[in-house]
């Protein structure tokens, strides 16, 4: 989801070193193109589940409702307050300062056992969290125009 700008930050690299320690690497297929956000959500919404590290990837994923784990850290303020509180999907968050591998699979067995109803659950969940935003987004405008930094 992340190419750059220097290799600590391509995700491609990152994937490539994990597709290294896979046991069926011919199932596996890194995309290595430069796509755009547009072309990634397209791909990520074609996903049966999907488990991210970065924020927006799974924000991509659970807006187009793809049942997803999220991979962070408790620090992290825009996974916690974005999927956590507002798409409420607390019990798809793994925090990976208890990281080991058994907690790691015990939280992917449960998600993917429970994605049927996870899935359900977005369908409903996620025109509310659309409302949401737009409705701050009215507000963030009007707030704006007031203090003269934009215009109606």
Not at 53 to 77: F, L, Q, W
Not at 102 to 130: H, Y
Request: charge should be neutral; charged fraction near 30%.
């Amino acid at each position: 989801h992340c190419i750059g700008p220097d290799d600590r930050n391509d995700d491609r690299i990152a994937a490539r070193m994990i597709v290294e320690k896979c046991q069926s690497k011919d199932k596996i297929k890194v995309l290595t193109g430069d796509f755009t956000s547009r072309q990634l959500k397209g791909m990520i919404g074609c996903s049966e589940f999907f488990i991210g590290e970065r924020t927006h990837s799974v924000i991509g994923a659970v807006s187009m409702k793809v049942p997803a784990i999220s991979i962070s850290h408790k620090n992290d303020y825009r996974t916690e307050g974005i999927l956590g509180r507002m798409v409420g999907m607390k019990n798809n968050m793994y925090d990976v300062s208890y990281f080991g591998i058994d907690s790691l699979e015990s939280s992917f067995d449960k998600a993917w056992n429970d994605r049927e109803s996870f899935a359900a659950f977005l369908e409903k969940k996620i025109p509310e969290v659309i409302e949401q935003v737009n409705a701050n987004r009215v507000l963030l405008k009007r707030l704006l125009c007031e203090r003269g930094i934009a215009h109606e």
